[in-house]
T-cell receptor
Framework: GAGVSQSPSNKVTEKGKDVELRCDPI?????LYWYRQSLGQGLEFLIY????????KSGLPSDRFSAERTGGSVSTLTIQRTQQEDSAVYLC?????????????FGSGTQLSVL | AQTVTQSQPEMSVQEAETVTLSCTYD???????LFWYKQPPSRQMILVIR????KQQNATENRFSVNFQKAAKSFSLKISDSQLGDTAMYFC???????????WGAGTKLIIKP
């Protein structure tokens, strides 16, 4: 595609439910990043993929969070048993390679609201 | 640990004026990169300008320029001839040369008034 695509754009869920957030990076981009942006704050790193591998999962806040990437393309971030503190905008970004990570191309994010 | 501080939560100026957004950072590294990103209401982060720490010359992109003071660890963004479309959140970010992770400031909300 022309840009990074994220779906859904908005998600409202009940506490305790599982949610899946999807990211379609720019075709050919090998590096993919997930960030979380809470209201009034900067971006918090969650996880990084190089191809299908995740060499750095250090930012995942708890074991309720997991992510995978298949075919070196689409990535899914899963949050199990959602809590109210999980409410935030989840942003995905891709770049041609790790060495050029500063040229990050971002999606428009998923606004997650946990009631 | 590296940190990035943006001390101005919100700024407001008239269209066509010049505005400067502040950013300071803390690091013991000598090689690194600094960035300014813009986040409009669409939520999509857009790279505005970047600066390599080893370059003394301040980066410039059209109406956007930076004042990079390495000794003071300061990296301010100047927007000249501001336009309504410049209204957005602006984030300062830092990356070490040896690490791919970006460290982000909390952001400054910039409002350009007609």
């Amino acid at each position: 595609g022309a840009g990074v695509s994220q779906s859904p754009s908005n998600k409202v869920t009940e506490k305790g439910k599982d949610v899946e957030l999807r990211c379609d990076p720019i075709s050919g981009h090998t590096a993919l990043y997930w960030y979380r942006q809470s209201l009034g704050q900067g971006l918090e790193f969650l996880i990084y993929f190089q191809g299908n591998s995740a060499p750095d999962k250090s930012g995942l806040p708890s074991d309720r969070f997991s992510a995978e990437r298949t075919g070196g393309s689409v990535s899914t971030l899963t949050i199990q048993r959602t809590q109210q503190e999980d409410s935030a905008v989840y942003l995905c970004a891709s770049s041609p390679s790790q060495s050029q990570n500063e040229k990050l191309f971002f999606g428009s994010g998923t606004q997650l609201s946990v009631l | 640990a590296q940190t990035v501080t943006q001390s101005q939560p919100e700024m407001s100026v008239q269209e066509a004026e010049t505005v400067t957004l502040s950013c300071t950072y803390d690091t013991s590294e000598s090689n690194y990169y600094l960035f300014w990103y813009k986040q409009p209401p669409s939520r999509q982060m857009i790279l505005v300008i970047r600066q390599e720490a080893y370059k003394q010359q301040n980066a410039t992109e059209n109406r956007f320029s930076v004042n990079f003071q390495k000794a003071a660890k300061s990296f301010s963004l100047k927007i000249s001839d501001s336009q309504l479309g410049d209204t957005a959140m602006y984030f300062c970010a830092f990356r070490m040369d040896s690490n791919y992770q970006l460290i982000w400031g909390a952001g400054t909300k910039l409002i350009i008034k007609p």
